[in-house]
Protein backbone atom coordinates (compact mmCIF):
# COMPACT_ATOMS: atom_id res chain seq x y z
CA UNK A 1 0.00 0.00 0.00
CA UNK A 2 1.29 3.12 -1.02
CA UNK A 3 0.48 6.20 1.68
CA UNK A 4 0.43 9.96 1.18
CA UNK A 5 4.08 11.52 1.82
CA UNK A 6 2.47 13.55 4.82
CA UNK A 7 0.64 10.38 5.92
CA UNK A 8 3.94 8.06 6.12
CA UNK A 9 6.65 10.76 7.66
CA UNK A 10 3.57 11.01 10.66
CA UNK A 11 3.68 7.47 10.84
CA UNK A 12 7.30 6.95 11.01
CA UNK A 13 7.79 10.08 13.45
CA UNK A 14 5.13 7.79 15.48
CA UNK A 15 6.67 4.24 14.71
CA UNK A 16 10.08 4.96 13.94
CA UNK A 17 11.48 3.32 10.45
CA UNK A 18 11.51 -0.14 11.48
CA UNK A 19 7.85 -0.22 12.90
CA UNK A 20 6.78 1.89 9.75
CA UNK A 21 8.04 -0.88 8.04
CA UNK A 22 6.11 -3.88 9.83
CA UNK A 23 2.93 -1.38 9.49
CA UNK A 24 3.30 -1.37 6.06
CA UNK A 25 4.20 -4.78 5.48
CA UNK A 26 0.79 -5.81 7.53
CA UNK A 27 -1.44 -3.97 5.48
CA UNK A 28 -0.52 -6.25 2.58
CA UNK A 29 -1.89 -9.21 5.03
CA UNK A 30 -5.74 -10.26 5.13
CA UNK A 31 -7.14 -8.59 8.02
CA UNK A 32 -8.50 -10.62 10.86
CA UNK A 33 -12.09 -11.46 11.24
CA UNK A 34 -13.93 -11.54 14.09
CA UNK A 35 -17.22 -12.45 15.51
CA UNK A 36 -18.97 -11.71 18.73
CA UNK A 37 -21.40 -13.97 20.40
CA UNK A 38 -24.76 -12.68 21.37
CA UNK A 39 -24.62 -13.63 25.35
CA UNK A 40 -28.51 -12.02 25.43
CA UNK A 41 -29.45 -15.57 23.90
CA UNK A 42 -27.30 -18.15 26.07
CA UNK A 43 -23.82 -18.78 27.82
CA UNK A 44 -20.68 -18.65 25.91
CA UNK A 45 -20.20 -22.14 26.21
CA UNK A 46 -23.70 -22.84 25.14
CA UNK A 47 -23.16 -20.89 22.09
CA UNK A 48 -19.69 -22.01 21.16
CA UNK A 49 -22.04 -25.60 20.88
CA UNK A 50 -23.59 -24.73 17.90
CA UNK A 51 -20.61 -23.09 16.12
CA UNK A 52 -19.00 -25.25 13.39
CA UNK A 53 -15.90 -23.96 12.87
CA UNK A 54 -12.96 -23.04 14.86
CA UNK A 55 -12.85 -19.77 16.99
CA UNK A 56 -10.31 -18.23 18.76
CA UNK A 57 -11.13 -16.24 21.92
CA UNK A 58 -9.71 -12.12 21.78
CA UNK A 59 -8.48 -11.45 25.08
CA UNK A 60 -9.94 -8.11 25.64
CA UNK A 61 -13.64 -8.69 24.53
CA UNK A 62 -15.35 -11.30 26.43
CA UNK A 63 -17.74 -13.09 24.00
CA UNK A 64 -15.15 -11.97 20.95
CA UNK A 65 -13.30 -14.40 18.93
CA UNK A 66 -11.56 -14.57 15.71
CA UNK A 67 -11.79 -16.68 12.90
CA UNK A 68 -10.33 -18.49 9.59
CA UNK A 69 -10.16 -16.39 6.17
CA UNK A 70 -12.05 -19.17 4.58
CA UNK A 71 -15.35 -18.87 7.08
CA UNK A 72 -18.04 -17.30 5.75
CA UNK A 73 -20.48 -17.05 9.09
CA UNK A 74 -22.56 -14.54 7.25
CA UNK A 75 -23.63 -17.56 5.44
CA UNK A 76 -25.04 -20.19 7.94
CA UNK A 77 -28.68 -19.71 9.74
CA UNK A 78 -27.17 -19.03 12.84
CA UNK A 79 -26.33 -15.46 11.80
CA UNK A 80 -30.30 -15.08 10.70
CA UNK A 81 -30.70 -16.20 14.44
CA UNK A 82 -28.71 -13.40 15.66
CA UNK A 83 -26.01 -15.93 17.33
CA UNK A 84 -23.37 -13.81 16.70
CA UNK A 85 -22.22 -10.19 15.18
CA UNK A 86 -19.44 -9.91 12.56
CA UNK A 87 -17.09 -7.36 14.26
CA UNK A 88 -13.52 -6.70 13.56
CA UNK A 89 -11.20 -7.47 16.94
CA UNK A 90 -9.95 -4.05 17.84
CA UNK A 91 -13.18 -2.18 17.62
CA UNK A 92 -14.52 -4.49 19.99
CA UNK A 93 -12.15 -2.49 22.84
CA UNK A 94 -13.94 0.57 23.70
CA UNK A 95 -17.37 -0.86 25.13
CA UNK A 96 -15.64 -4.00 26.60
CA UNK A 97 -13.18 -0.78 28.14
CA UNK A 98 -16.29 0.67 29.20
CA UNK A 99 -17.64 -2.17 31.30
CA UNK A 100 -21.34 -1.02 30.98
CA UNK A 101 -23.41 -3.11 33.64
CA UNK A 102 -27.26 -4.39 34.34
CA UNK A 103 -29.30 -1.93 35.66
CA UNK A 104 -27.09 1.13 34.64
CA UNK A 105 -28.17 4.15 31.79
CA UNK A 106 -25.77 4.03 29.44
CA UNK A 107 -25.42 5.91 26.01
CA UNK A 108 -23.77 5.30 23.03
CA UNK A 109 -23.36 8.77 21.10
CA UNK A 110 -22.17 8.03 18.31
CA UNK A 111 -24.14 4.49 17.68
CA UNK A 112 -24.63 3.53 14.17
CA UNK A 113 -24.60 1.27 12.43
CA UNK A 114 -25.03 -0.58 15.80
CA UNK A 115 -22.03 -3.08 16.41
CA UNK A 116 -20.65 -1.28 19.63
CA UNK A 117 -24.25 -0.58 20.93
CA UNK A 118 -24.78 -4.72 20.58
CA UNK A 119 -22.11 -5.18 22.76
CA UNK A 120 -23.23 -2.67 25.47
CA UNK A 121 -26.62 -4.35 25.40
CA UNK A 122 -25.22 -7.82 26.30
CA UNK A 123 -23.02 -6.72 28.88
CA UNK A 124 -26.29 -4.75 30.26
CA UNK A 125 -28.40 -8.29 30.01
CA UNK A 126 -31.59 -6.26 29.32
CA UNK A 127 -31.85 -3.97 32.90
CA UNK A 128 -31.39 -0.40 32.54
CA UNK A 129 -31.68 2.13 29.86
CA UNK A 130 -29.36 2.17 26.82
CA UNK A 131 -29.87 5.01 24.57
CA UNK A 132 -28.54 4.45 21.29
CA UNK A 133 -28.02 7.67 18.79
CA UNK A 134 -27.18 8.59 15.75
CA UNK A 135 -27.17 12.50 13.85
CA UNK A 136 -27.65 10.43 10.13
CA UNK A 137 -30.91 9.86 9.33
CA UNK A 138 -29.98 7.33 6.85
CA UNK A 139 -27.55 5.45 8.86
CA UNK A 140 -30.60 5.01 11.67
CA UNK A 141 -31.69 1.96 9.67
CA UNK A 142 -29.51 -0.12 10.09
CA UNK A 143 -28.54 0.95 13.98
CA UNK A 144 -32.41 -0.09 14.35
CA UNK A 145 -32.20 -3.36 12.61
CA UNK A 146 -28.73 -5.00 14.48
CA UNK A 147 -30.37 -3.93 17.42
CA UNK A 148 -33.31 -5.61 16.88
CA UNK A 149 -31.90 -8.66 15.22
CA UNK A 150 -29.55 -9.04 18.56
CA UNK A 151 -32.85 -8.74 20.68
CA UNK A 152 -32.30 -5.51 22.25
CA UNK A 153 -35.24 -5.55 24.77
CA UNK A 154 -34.03 -2.29 26.33
CA UNK A 155 -32.84 0.34 23.67
CA UNK A 156 -34.12 3.16 22.57
CA UNK A 157 -32.85 5.16 19.37
CA UNK A 158 -32.45 8.68 18.66
CA UNK A 159 -31.39 10.75 15.80
CA UNK A 160 -30.14 14.19 17.14
CA UNK A 161 -27.37 16.41 17.07
CA UNK A 162 -25.18 16.09 20.12
CA UNK A 163 -25.98 19.24 21.90
CA UNK A 164 -29.80 18.50 21.87
CA UNK A 165 -29.42 15.53 23.23
CA UNK A 166 -27.23 17.65 26.27
CA UNK A 167 -29.98 19.83 27.21
CA UNK A 168 -32.67 16.55 27.25
CA UNK A 169 -30.38 14.44 29.58
CA UNK A 170 -28.37 16.63 32.01
CA UNK A 171 -26.01 14.68 34.41
CA UNK A 172 -28.25 11.73 33.78
CA UNK A 173 -25.76 8.74 32.22
CA UNK A 174 -23.75 6.31 34.26
CA UNK A 175 -21.86 5.69 31.28
CA UNK A 176 -20.87 7.24 27.58
CA UNK A 177 -19.59 5.91 24.51
CA UNK A 178 -18.28 8.00 22.37
CA UNK A 179 -16.72 5.97 19.32
CA UNK A 180 -16.23 9.57 17.01
CA UNK A 181 -15.69 10.03 13.89
CA UNK A 182 -12.16 10.58 12.66
CA UNK A 183 -9.86 10.55 9.68
CA UNK A 184 -10.25 6.51 9.37
CA UNK A 185 -6.52 5.76 9.61
CA UNK A 186 -7.05 2.68 11.14
CA UNK A 187 -8.99 0.90 8.81
CA UNK A 188 -6.99 1.64 5.80
CA UNK A 189 -5.77 -2.35 5.45
CA UNK A 190 -9.76 -3.37 6.03
CA UNK A 191 -11.08 -0.97 3.84
CA UNK A 192 -8.58 0.75 1.11
CA UNK A 193 -11.31 3.45 0.01
CA UNK A 194 -10.10 4.91 3.47
CA UNK A 195 -7.61 6.34 1.97
CA UNK A 196 -9.84 9.01 0.28
CA UNK A 197 -11.37 9.42 2.84
CA UNK A 198 -8.30 10.61 4.51
CA UNK A 199 -7.63 13.27 2.00
CA UNK A 200 -11.28 14.71 2.01
CA UNK A 201 -11.90 14.66 5.93
CA UNK A 202 -8.38 15.46 7.64
CA UNK A 203 -7.41 15.52 11.23
CA UNK A 204 -8.07 19.49 12.11
CA UNK A 205 -12.20 18.74 10.62
CA UNK A 206 -12.75 15.70 12.52
CA UNK A 207 -11.23 17.64 15.36
CA UNK A 208 -14.01 20.11 15.56
CA UNK A 209 -16.80 17.30 15.62
CA UNK A 210 -14.78 15.32 18.17
CA UNK A 211 -14.45 18.42 20.42
CA UNK A 212 -18.00 18.73 20.35
CA UNK A 213 -18.93 15.11 21.20
CA UNK A 214 -16.89 15.46 24.36
CA UNK A 215 -18.25 18.76 25.50
CA UNK A 216 -21.61 17.49 24.44
CA UNK A 217 -20.76 13.65 26.54
CA UNK A 218 -19.32 15.42 29.64
CA UNK A 219 -22.53 17.87 30.17
CA UNK A 220 -24.83 14.30 29.83
CA UNK A 221 -22.46 12.19 32.09
CA UNK A 222 -23.39 11.76 35.95
CA UNK A 223 -20.75 12.50 38.75
CA UNK A 224 -19.01 9.48 38.96
CA UNK A 225 -19.33 8.20 35.63
CA UNK A 226 -17.54 6.61 33.41
CA UNK A 227 -16.94 7.38 29.55
CA UNK A 228 -14.82 5.76 26.68
CA UNK A 229 -13.78 8.54 23.87
CA UNK A 230 -12.21 6.25 21.32
CA UNK A 231 -11.46 6.59 17.37
CA UNK A 232 -10.26 4.38 14.57
CA UNK A 233 -7.77 6.98 13.61
CA UNK A 234 -3.68 7.10 14.70
CA UNK A 235 -4.18 10.97 14.16
CA UNK A 236 -2.31 12.09 17.45
CA UNK A 237 -4.34 15.82 16.97
CA UNK A 238 -7.68 13.25 17.39
CA UNK A 239 -6.50 10.99 19.95
CA UNK A 240 -4.67 12.19 23.10
CA UNK A 241 -4.30 15.96 21.73
CA UNK A 242 -8.29 16.03 21.92
CA UNK A 243 -8.35 13.81 25.27
CA UNK A 244 -5.78 16.77 26.76
CA UNK A 245 -7.62 19.56 24.93
CA UNK A 246 -11.14 18.19 26.76
CA UNK A 247 -9.25 17.43 30.31
CA UNK A 248 -8.29 21.07 30.22
CA UNK A 249 -11.57 22.34 29.28
CA UNK A 250 -13.34 20.16 31.61
CA UNK A 251 -11.59 20.61 35.09
CA UNK A 252 -13.86 18.13 36.62
CA UNK A 253 -12.47 14.67 35.01
CA UNK A 254 -9.78 12.80 35.28
CA UNK A 255 -7.90 10.37 33.00
CA UNK A 256 -8.03 6.56 34.14
CA UNK A 257 -6.09 4.05 33.01
CA UNK A 258 -7.61 1.85 30.56
CA UNK A 259 -7.05 -2.03 30.21
CA UNK A 260 -4.20 -2.91 28.56
CA UNK A 261 -3.55 -6.21 26.79
CA UNK A 262 -0.14 -7.82 24.70
CA UNK A 263 0.03 -5.69 21.31
CA UNK A 264 -1.46 -2.85 22.90
CA UNK A 265 0.45 0.49 22.86
CA UNK A 266 0.46 3.33 26.27
CA UNK A 267 -0.02 6.44 24.97
CA UNK A 268 3.15 8.29 24.10
CA UNK A 269 1.82 11.54 26.33
CA UNK A 270 -0.84 10.39 28.35
CA UNK A 271 0.16 7.00 29.57
CA UNK A 272 -3.22 5.97 30.73
CA UNK A 273 -4.84 6.04 27.03
CA UNK A 274 -4.55 2.69 24.74
CA UNK A 275 -3.47 2.74 21.11
CA UNK A 276 -4.18 -0.76 18.83
CA UNK A 277 -1.67 -1.03 16.25
CA UNK A 278 -2.28 -3.64 12.78
CA UNK A 279 0.92 -4.65 12.97
CA UNK A 280 1.42 -5.41 16.76
CA UNK A 281 -2.43 -7.20 17.95
CA UNK A 282 -4.99 -8.80 16.41
CA UNK A 283 -7.06 -6.38 14.59
CA UNK A 284 -7.46 -2.81 13.01
CA UNK A 285 -5.96 0.42 14.11
CA UNK A 286 -8.09 1.77 17.57
CA UNK A 287 -7.98 4.82 20.05
CA UNK A 288 -9.22 4.92 23.23
CA UNK A 289 -9.29 6.95 26.83
CA UNK A 290 -11.39 6.12 29.71
CA UNK A 291 -12.20 8.67 31.56
CA UNK A 292 -14.02 9.55 35.23
CA UNK A 293 -16.45 12.42 36.03
CA UNK A 294 -15.23 13.43 39.78
CA UNK A 295 -17.36 15.58 40.89
CA UNK A 296 -19.41 13.91 43.81
CA UNK A 297 -19.80 10.31 43.66
CA UNK A 298 -23.20 7.75 42.34
CA UNK A 299 -24.76 5.51 44.88
CA UNK A 300 -25.97 2.17 44.18
CA UNK A 301 -29.58 3.84 44.77
CA UNK A 302 -29.25 6.10 41.41
CA UNK A 303 -28.88 2.26 39.51
CA UNK A 304 -32.06 1.07 37.67
CA UNK A 305 -33.65 -2.05 39.90
CA UNK A 306 -32.76 -5.29 38.20
CA UNK A 307 -36.51 -6.46 36.23
CA UNK A 308 -39.40 -4.11 35.40
CA UNK A 309 -40.00 -1.09 37.62
CA UNK A 310 -43.60 -0.03 39.11
CA UNK A 311 -45.83 1.33 36.28
CA UNK A 312 -47.17 4.52 37.67
CA UNK A 313 -43.52 5.25 38.33
CA UNK A 314 -42.00 4.48 34.88
CA UNK A 315 -44.72 6.24 33.04
CA UNK A 316 -44.20 9.10 35.35
CA UNK A 317 -40.60 9.52 34.40
CA UNK A 318 -41.24 8.67 30.76
CA UNK A 319 -42.99 11.37 30.51
CA UNK A 320 -45.95 9.24 30.11
CA UNK A 321 -48.39 10.63 32.52
CA UNK A 322 -51.68 9.32 31.79
CA UNK A 323 -52.44 5.89 32.77
CA UNK A 324 -55.14 3.43 30.80
CA UNK A 325 -57.92 3.09 33.17
CA UNK A 326 -58.96 -0.56 32.39
CA UNK A 327 -57.93 -2.68 35.21
CA UNK A 328 -55.90 -5.43 33.30
CA UNK A 329 -53.44 -2.26 31.38
CA UNK A 330 -53.01 -1.05 34.36
CA UNK A 331 -51.32 -4.71 35.60
CA UNK A 332 -49.92 -4.25 32.75
CA UNK A 333 -47.78 -1.27 33.05
CA UNK A 334 -49.89 0.55 29.83
CA UNK A 335 -49.76 4.24 29.50
CA UNK A 336 -50.53 6.48 26.51
CA UNK A 337 -47.05 7.79 24.39
CA UNK A 338 -47.05 11.47 25.43
CA UNK A 339 -46.68 12.46 21.85
CA UNK A 340 -44.99 11.08 18.00
CA UNK A 341 -41.57 9.83 17.35
CA UNK A 342 -41.53 13.45 16.38
CA UNK A 343 -43.07 14.99 19.63
CA UNK A 344 -45.83 16.31 18.33
CA UNK A 345 -49.20 16.73 21.08
CA UNK A 346 -50.70 13.51 22.17
CA UNK A 347 -53.83 12.00 20.58
CA UNK A 348 -56.77 13.12 23.12
CA UNK A 349 -57.90 9.63 23.85
CA UNK A 350 -55.84 6.83 25.19
CA UNK A 351 -55.58 4.02 22.71
CA UNK A 352 -56.84 0.44 23.46
CA UNK A 353 -54.44 -1.85 24.19
CA UNK A 354 -56.70 -5.13 24.61
CA UNK A 355 -55.94 -6.49 21.46
CA UNK A 356 -52.27 -7.06 22.83
CA UNK A 357 -53.52 -8.29 26.45
CA UNK A 358 -55.32 -10.94 24.60
CA UNK A 359 -52.58 -11.91 22.60
CA UNK A 360 -50.22 -11.91 25.44
CA UNK A 361 -53.10 -14.32 27.11
CA UNK A 362 -53.60 -16.13 24.31
CA UNK A 363 -50.07 -16.74 23.57
CA UNK A 364 -47.58 -16.67 26.05
CA UNK A 365 -47.05 -18.73 28.98
CA UNK A 366 -46.80 -15.53 31.20
CA UNK A 367 -46.97 -12.22 30.42
CA UNK A 368 -44.38 -9.63 29.68
CA UNK A 369 -43.75 -7.71 32.50
CA UNK A 370 -42.50 -3.93 32.36
CA UNK A 371 -44.38 -0.42 31.17
CA UNK A 372 -45.55 -0.70 27.79
CA UNK A 373 -47.65 2.10 25.23
CA UNK A 374 -49.82 2.14 22.76
CA UNK A 375 -48.76 5.00 19.77
CA UNK A 376 -50.70 5.13 16.03
CA UNK A 377 -51.84 1.28 16.44
CA UNK A 378 -47.76 0.34 17.31
CA UNK A 379 -47.04 -1.17 21.07
CA UNK A 380 -44.23 -0.42 22.71
CA UNK A 381 -42.18 -1.45 26.31
CA UNK A 382 -40.96 1.00 27.63
CA UNK A 383 -37.37 0.73 29.39
CA UNK A 384 -37.41 1.90 33.02
CA UNK A 385 -36.32 5.36 34.13
CA UNK A 386 -36.69 6.61 30.24
CA UNK A 387 -37.04 10.90 30.94
CA UNK A 388 -39.46 12.96 29.02
CA UNK A 389 -38.32 12.69 25.48
CA UNK A 390 -41.01 15.34 23.71
CA UNK A 391 -39.33 17.59 21.42
CA UNK A 392 -36.37 14.69 20.56
CA UNK A 393 -36.48 12.59 17.30
CA UNK A 394 -37.07 9.16 18.46
CA UNK A 395 -36.27 6.06 15.91
CA UNK A 396 -37.76 3.88 18.14
CA UNK A 397 -39.45 4.46 21.50
CA UNK A 398 -38.48 1.33 22.96
CA UNK A 399 -39.04 -2.85 22.46
CA UNK A 400 -40.98 -2.92 19.33
CA UNK A 401 -43.87 -5.71 20.44
CA UNK A 402 -45.91 -5.19 17.10
CA UNK A 403 -48.68 -3.65 15.73
CA UNK A 404 -52.68 -3.09 16.91
CA UNK A 405 -54.88 -2.99 13.39
CA UNK A 406 -59.09 -3.61 13.51
CA UNK A 407 -59.32 -5.02 16.68
CA UNK A 408 -55.86 -7.67 16.01
CA UNK A 409 -52.44 -7.67 17.44
CA UNK A 410 -49.98 -8.51 14.84
CA UNK A 411 -46.68 -9.38 16.83
CA UNK A 412 -43.02 -7.82 15.32
CA UNK A 413 -40.07 -9.93 14.37
CA UNK A 414 -38.18 -7.64 17.10
CA UNK A 415 -40.51 -9.37 19.53
CA UNK A 416 -39.55 -12.49 17.92
CA UNK A 417 -35.81 -12.08 18.71
CA UNK A 418 -36.09 -10.65 21.77
CA UNK A 419 -38.48 -13.36 23.39
CA UNK A 420 -37.57 -16.20 25.55
CA UNK A 421 -38.76 -19.44 23.46
CA UNK A 422 -40.26 -21.08 26.58
CA UNK A 423 -42.30 -17.61 27.16
CA UNK A 424 -44.62 -18.46 23.97
CA UNK A 425 -46.95 -21.47 24.48
CA UNK A 426 -46.41 -23.07 20.96
CA UNK A 427 -43.01 -23.72 19.79
CA UNK A 428 -41.62 -24.85 16.50
CA UNK A 429 -37.60 -25.92 16.77
CA UNK A 430 -35.92 -26.07 13.67
CA UNK A 431 -32.43 -27.75 13.06
CA UNK A 432 -29.65 -25.10 12.59
CA UNK A 433 -28.33 -26.70 8.61
CA UNK A 434 -31.71 -28.10 7.69
CA UNK A 435 -33.74 -27.88 4.97
CA UNK A 436 -36.88 -26.64 6.84
CA UNK A 437 -34.92 -23.56 8.43
CA UNK A 438 -33.58 -22.58 4.72
CA UNK A 439 -37.41 -22.17 3.72
CA UNK A 440 -38.66 -20.70 6.53
CA UNK A 441 -35.84 -18.23 6.36
CA UNK A 442 -36.37 -17.53 2.35
CA UNK A 443 -40.79 -16.86 3.51
CA UNK A 444 -41.75 -20.21 2.26
CA UNK A 445 -44.90 -22.07 4.07
CA UNK A 446 -44.04 -25.10 6.09
CA UNK A 447 -45.96 -28.07 5.42
CA UNK A 448 -45.71 -29.37 9.15
CA UNK A 449 -48.60 -30.20 11.79
CA UNK A 450 -49.31 -28.03 15.31
CA UNK A 451 -52.00 -26.55 17.42
CA UNK A 452 -53.29 -23.42 15.55
CA UNK A 453 -52.64 -19.68 16.91
CA UNK A 454 -49.51 -18.20 16.50
CA UNK A 455 -46.33 -19.90 17.02
CA UNK A 456 -42.89 -18.93 17.40
CA UNK A 457 -40.13 -20.78 15.02
CA UNK A 458 -36.92 -21.59 16.44
CA UNK A 459 -33.75 -22.46 15.50
CA UNK A 460 -31.55 -24.98 18.03
CA UNK A 461 -34.20 -23.36 20.71
CA UNK A 462 -33.47 -19.35 19.40
CA UNK A 463 -35.81 -17.61 18.21
CA UNK A 464 -36.17 -17.01 14.50
CA UNK A 465 -39.73 -15.57 14.19
CA UNK A 466 -43.36 -16.04 13.97
CA UNK A 467 -45.58 -18.03 12.27
CA UNK A 468 -48.95 -18.67 12.25
CA UNK A 469 -50.42 -22.58 12.49
CA UNK A 470 -53.42 -23.69 10.97
CA UNK A 471 -52.90 -27.20 11.88
CA UNK A 472 -51.96 -28.71 9.11
CA UNK A 473 -49.01 -26.08 7.87
CA UNK A 474 -47.53 -23.46 9.15
CA UNK A 475 -48.29 -19.76 7.35
CA UNK A 476 -44.68 -17.99 7.24
CA UNK A 477 -44.63 -14.83 8.71
CA UNK A 478 -41.20 -13.93 8.99
CA UNK A 479 -40.63 -10.60 8.31
CA UNK A 480 -40.28 -9.52 4.95
CA UNK A 481 -37.49 -7.54 4.70
CA UNK A 482 -35.37 -10.41 6.82
CA UNK A 483 -35.72 -12.85 4.36
CA UNK A 484 -32.87 -14.62 2.03
CA UNK A 485 -32.77 -14.16 -1.06
Known amino acids: MRLPAELSARLQGQLGGEGLAAFLSCMEQTPVQGLRLNTLKGPVPELLRLTPFPLTPIPWAPGGFTYAPDVRPAKLHLYQAGIYYLQEPSAMAPAAALDAKPGERVLDLCAAPGGKTTQLASAMAGEGLLVANDNSLKRLKPLIWNLEHWGAVNAVVTNEEPHRLAAAFPGFFHKILIDAPCSGEGMLRKEPRALAG ?152 PEDPSPFLAFMGESFTRPLEGDFTVTGGHVYRIPPGLPDMAGLKLGRRGWYLGMIRNGRFRPSQPLAMGIRAERMRRRLDLEPFGEHAERYLRGETLMLPGEKGWTLVTLAGFPLGFGRQTGDYLKNEYAGGWRLT
Not at 210 to 238: I, K
Not at 239 to 247: D, K, S
Not at 323 to 343: E, W, Y
Request: with cysteine.
Open 198 to 349: WRKYNGEACREIQDRLLDAAAAMLAPGGRMVYSTCTFNPLENEEAVEAFLGRQQGFRLLPAPIYEGWLQGRVLKDCRQIWPHLAKGEGQFLALMEKTAGAVGSADVLPAGAAGAANAARAAGFADVLPAGAARAAGFARAAGSARGVSPASQ
